[in-house]
């Protein structure tokens, strides 16, 4: 499985960006799908994650109520909508796949990640 995440940019805080992860295989809607970020000198962190069966969603705290995730199975494509943005979530943000059975906000749980794609927010 290939991923691909665009649509990171620079943005002032407050601001919005809308993040899309592209998935290259035909099993997309059976695999659940996360995000995490990493700034720099810091650990990956899990950020969200949408499940495959029933796109039962799970957040980190430092998000709850201003990211959402969301899929579009048809496209293969899973998205992540960043609101009230701080410059504490400048990071580069990775989408990947969560192993069958792997524990949801554990990085190493997870298969097959994108590139990342940077994220910077100004103040």
């Known amino acids: 499985v290939q991923l691909v995440e665009s649509g990171g940019g620079l943005v002032q805080a407050g601001g919005s960006l809308r993040l899309s992860c592209v998935a290259s295989t035909s099993t997309f809607s059976r695999y659940a799908m996360g995000w995490f970020r990493q700034a720099p000198g810091k650990e990956r962190e899990f950020v969200a994650l949408?499940?495959?069966?029933?796109?039962?969603?799970y957040y980190a705290d430092s998000v709850k109520g201003r990211f959402t995730i969301s899929r579009d199975n048809a496209k293969n494509t899973m998205y992540l909508q960043l609101n009230s943005l701080n410059p504490e979530d400048t990071a580069v943000y990775y989408c990947a796949v969560l192993k069958t059975g792997g524990y949801v906000y554990r990085a190493n749980d997870y298969d097959y990640w994108g590139q990342g794609t940077q994220v910077t927010v100004s103040s």
């Open positions: 949408i499940s495959g069966r029933d796109s039962s969603t």
